[in-house]
Structures are given as C-alpha cells and as structure tokens.
C-alpha cells in the first residue's frame, strides 16, 4: 500500500493542541530536503515529520527524547492529532497516507 503523506494535511501540537506549520529543513551536506511541521506557538520546539511522529526540534537538531509515534493500522503511517474536540474531550487522530482514509478517537488527557 502506498503511504506517501497526503499533499495537505493539517496536524496539531500533541502536547498542547496548537495548530503546526509546514517548514522546509535544507541539508547542506546533502541534496534532500526534509519537511516537517513545528507547533506555532511562542516557545515550543515540538513537530510532526511524517515518517517519524512527534518529536523536537531545537538548536538545528531533531530531539527523539520525547518522541511519541501512533502508527496506522492499514498502512503503517505515523498518524498525527487533527482535531480536539474539547467539549467531549476527544482526540481525533488521522493517517496522513495519499490513500488511506484510517482515522481514531481516544480521550484527551484532560479527560483522564
């Protein structure tokens, strides 16, 4: 099954649900490049990067120490938190693989 991350996706902070921002990381001893999504909020290092989960990044260096990795069931993808639905204190967790459609909802921490 082909999991390529979908062209548009939107994920959230899994820390403290801020929306997250595609950013471009050049190597410079290599030629790829590497996309990565990095919370917006004022003082977090946290990302997405499709491959990987949820991780940091500070200092020019991703950070693994606290990484957390939800993994698709149909095709193995990291999933990523799209929505928090506060009232109901549900996360709403979606694969971003080009075809696939998997998504889940587990309680928010809030609720526990």
């Not at 410079?28 to 990565?36: L, P």
């Not at 991780?55 to 020019?60: E, L």
């Amino acid at each position: 099954m082909n999991n390529r991350p979908k062209t548009i996706f939107n994920p959230r902070c899994d820390l403290h649900d801020s929306p997250m921002r595609r950013l471009m990381l050049e190597e410079a001893e290599s030629e790829n490049t590497q996309s990565f999504h990095q919370c917006e909020r004022s003082g977090c290092d946290r990302i997405f990067r499709d491959s990987f989960g949820y991780s940091d990044f500070a200092d020019g260096q991703f950070d693994t120490s606290r990484a957390s990795i939800r993994v698709c069931p149909v095709c193995r993808a990291a999933l990523y938190l799209a929505e928090v639905d506060h009232p109901n204190k549900i996360e709403i967790w979606e694969c971003p693989g080009i075809t696939c459609d998997y998504n889940e909802e587990d309680p928010s921490p809030s609720s526990r």
